[in-house]
């Protein structure tokens, strides 16, 4: 019994602490509107082109907050993966 209840609560911390995966919170949280996020991406490189990996952070985060807000964990992860797909 023990061994079991160790082993629950192991997994069950795992999934609790594991970081969201940015394409499925993108998919849950701008999906129904933006299908895909390479498109999306090319579509904002008007504004994002010259900036820094950094700026490109920044900028998709306050673009996200004023578009559509999913909670701020939610909101920094998609627009540091959009970021990255930026660059």
Do not use: N, Y
């Not at 079991?4 to 499925?24: C, H, I, K, R, Y």
């Not at 700026?55 to 907050?65: K, Y």
């Amino acid at each position: 019994m023990r061994v079991f209840l160790v082993m629950t609560l192991t997994f069950w911390a795992g999934s609790v602490l594991a970081e969201p995966d940015p394409a499925q919170l993108f998919t849950q949280s701008c999906g129904r509107c933006h299908r895909d996020a390479e498109r999306l991406m090319a579509r904002l490189g008007w504004a994002l082109g010259s900036k820094t990996p950094e700026e490109r952070r920044e900028w998709l985060d306050d673009f996200i907050v004023s578009h559509h807000s999913p909670d701020p964990d939610s909101r920094a992860a998609i627009a540091a993966w959009l970021a990255e797909l930026a660059s």
